[in-house]
T-cell receptor
Framework: AQTVTQSQPEMSVQEAETVTLSCTYD???????LFWYKQPPSRQMILVIR??????QNATENRFSVNFQKAAKSFSLKISDSQLGDAAMYFCAYRSAKETSGSRLTFGEGTQLTVNP | KAGVTQTPRYLIKTRGQQVTLSCSPISGHRSVSWYQQTPGQGLQFLFEYFSETQRNKGNFPGRFSGRQFSNSRSEMNVSTLELGDSALYLC????WGQGGRETQYFGPGTRLLVL
């Protein structure tokens, strides 16, 4: 079974600064997807960024980028130019590419990000 | 396109009762997954439905069940509620057209409180 670990329960960053959230995972599979989701106080889970394991290039979405290290099974999220609206709980998630696994996501414990003005 | 909707948004029940939660996926999406979120256990996968069939199931007791209708709308049912069932229940949908390479999108959740 796959596991996802987020070792930072809480992080804080100053507005306009950069912060990196860590995520490691354990799997014996070679093809899979990794995601970062954000959950603000409204509890709505919002996709931040997605990475496909077969792609060596790190995904980027505006101010959000990842550092995907497949051999190390590491998938960190970098938020540049942090904004007050980035404050939320961030979850790292894994999804197998096997059709039999369907859409099942395995989540990490979450990292609560505080953005200080 | 409208997002994933879940009803009701809030629910209070007492132990021993049963509850039914509803999820309407994004139009055209055929896969619906359910997750339970609690402070102690985090986010846990309950089950997934695709084309009216349960495709995957998490490690939850048989009191938790679900179904999917021909229009892809899904319901989950919890019978004989226990205090520990108090949680935020999240539904997520995806299209599943390219071998599952699409992303899932989540609804706002139903917050269930069991007294």
């Amino acid at each position: 079974a796959q596991t996802v670990t987020q070792s930072q329960p809480e992080m804080s960053v100053q507005e306009a600064e950069t912060v990196t959230l860590s995520c490691t995972y354990d799997t014996s599979e070679s093809d899979y997807y990794l995601f970062w989701y954000k959950q603000p106080p409204s509890r709505q889970m919002i996709l931040v960024i997605r990475q496909e394991a077969y792609k060596q290039q790190n995904a980027t979405e505006n101010r959000f980028s990842v550092n995907f290290q497949k051999a190390a099974k590491s998938f960190s999220l970098k938020i540049s130019d942090s904004q007050l609206g980035d404050a939320a709980m961030y979850f790292c998630a894994y999804r197998s590419a096997k059709e039999t696994s369907g859409s099942r996501l395995t989540f990490g414990e979450g990292t609560q990000l505080t953005v200080n003005p | 396109k409208a997002g994933v909707t879940q009803t009701p948004r809030y629910l209070i029940k007492t132990r021993g009762q049963q509850v039914t939660l509803s999820c309407s996926p994004i139009s055209g999406h055929r896969s619906v997954s359910w997750y339970q979120q609690t402070p102690g256990q985090g986010l846990q996968f309950l089950f997934e439905y695709f084309s009216e069939t349960q495709r995957n199931k998490g490690n939850f007791p048989g009191r938790f069940s679900g179904r999917q209708f021909s229009n892809s709308r899904s319901e989950m049912n919890v019978s004989t509620l226990e205090l520990g069932d108090s949680a935020l229940y999240l539904c997520a949908s995806s299209f599943w057209g390219q071998g599952g390479r699409e992303t899932q999108y989540f609804g706002p959740g139903t917050r269930l409180l069991v007294l």
